[in-house]
């Protein structure tokens, strides 16, 4: 391997990292060679949750607000795929973070027939988030949202589904790189036990690869602070590549009727603050909030959501690691099941694209 082994990452903290091979701003349609580390763009990159679980004419196994566009569809659809990706360039997003639920889940299915086959697929890069309790929770014998890596089969486990990505999707021509390293999402890592950086270079030398690992790892609780999060620094060092907040939503912290602009700045705020001094943290965006399971809501606006982006494209690298790229995350573009969805629908149409596009792009001015 080429790059900077993960051991070398334990011994010398933060590496200076570079784009490699992503799109670029809309506006110019170029893309970045992978040395070019003076022309990263002063916009973030823009990622959004992408999710390829969707049954045509059948979306009955959870309940969900909202009407698409695009009615009840199916991902597996290629010519879906295609609107969505021409859509999610629209609204200047330049990648989407994939579901990835294993090798024979729906989701793995509907990429196959559906997203690799759309037409346009050269026109955006996309990355993986590992859907870690889905993957790994049950290996140690308990279902019980704990994932304990001193079980052989938990870290046998993690170490065969990257060596399946490395060698599924880690080498398309389309799939997101950071630093010459394929980019993967690590759902809730804080559900991680008895887990450290070997464990890290163990998976990635059984798989053949290194990775670039983005963690969702802060919370509240001992969460909020890298210093005390249980895989968050060890010895003034941070465990994985960078951090992230997938959804910060706790429903015992929300005051009924208020916007998910609101929510966040009072509670999320604070713990992203705390991140991003001492770790490379690519901060989210949540446009609302209303889930299946009967949890308050987080109502939706569109000037709230463009206050959010202003606040979140605001955040800058840490001393330690000052080239590191820049990142946004969007959650989501079509969680339908919890109602944080930015694709178009009949409420709201296209704004919150819009909104999304012209928002990062004032904040490069």
């Known amino acids: 391997m080429t790059s900077v082994s993960r051991t070398t990452l334990a011994k ?44 045509k004419g059948d979306w009955s196994r959870h309940g969900y607000v909202g009407t698409p566009t695009l009615g009840r569809y199916g991902t597996d659809e290629p010519t879906i795929a295609e609107q969505h990706i021409a859509w999610a360039r629209e609204g200047g997003i330049d990648a989407f973070v994939v579901s990835w639920w294993g090798e024979v889940h729906l989701t793995a299915r509907h990429l196959d027939q559906g997203f690799f086959r759309a037409s346009n697929l050269d026109t955006i890069r996309f990355a993986m988030i590992y859907e870690s309790l889905g993957r790994l929770d049950h290996l140690d014998g308990n279902t019980d949202a704990v994932i304990d890596f001193s079980h052989p089969e938990v870290a046998a486990g993690f170490a065969k589904d990257l060596r399946h990505l490395r060698e599924t999707y880690f080498g398309h021509r389309s799939y997101l790189h950071v630093d010459g390293k394929p980019v ?29 690992f983005i963690a969702d790892e802060p919370f509240f609780g001992d969460q909020q602070s890298p210093e005390t999060a249980r ?26 009727g208020e916007t998910a602009g609101a929510y966040m700045r009072r509670e999320a705020k604070p713990i992203v603050d705390r991140w991003a001094r001492s770790t490379v943290f690519y901060p989210n965006v949540l446009p ?45 573009f079509n969680e339908w099941w919890e109602g944080t969805t930015i694709e178009p629908a009949k409420e709201y149409g296209h704004s919150y694209l819009n909104t999304l596009r012209e928002a990062v792009e004032d904040s490069s001015k």
Request: charged fraction near 20%; aromatic fraction near 12%; hydrophobic fraction near 40%.
């Open 184 to 212: 993967l999402v690590l759902y809730v890592t804080r559900t991680f036990r008895n887990f450290d950086p070997r464990q890290l270079a163990a998976a990635e030398a059984t798989a053949g690869t290194d990775v670039y």
């Open 288 to 332: 609302s909030y209303h889930d299946f399971r009967g949890h308050k809501t987080l109502r939706g606006s569109v000037d709230d959501f463009r206050a959010q982006i202003k606040e979140a494209t605001r955040i800058t690298n840490p001393s330690s690691a000052p080239d590191a790229p820049r990142m946004l995350f969007v959650t989501s």
């Open 231 to 256: 895989n968050g620094l060890r010895d003034g060092r941070p465990v994985f590549d960078a951090y992230t907040t997938y959804n910060m939503f706790e429903n015992a912290l929300v005051k009924e």
């Open 12 to 55: 010398n903290g933060h590496r200076s990292l570079v784009i490699a091979t992503v799109v670029g701003l809309a506006a110019t349609s170029a893309l970045l060679g992978p040395t070019l580390a003076q022309d990263v763009p002063q916009r973030p990159l823009v990622l959004a949750y992408y999710y390829p679980w969707y049954e």
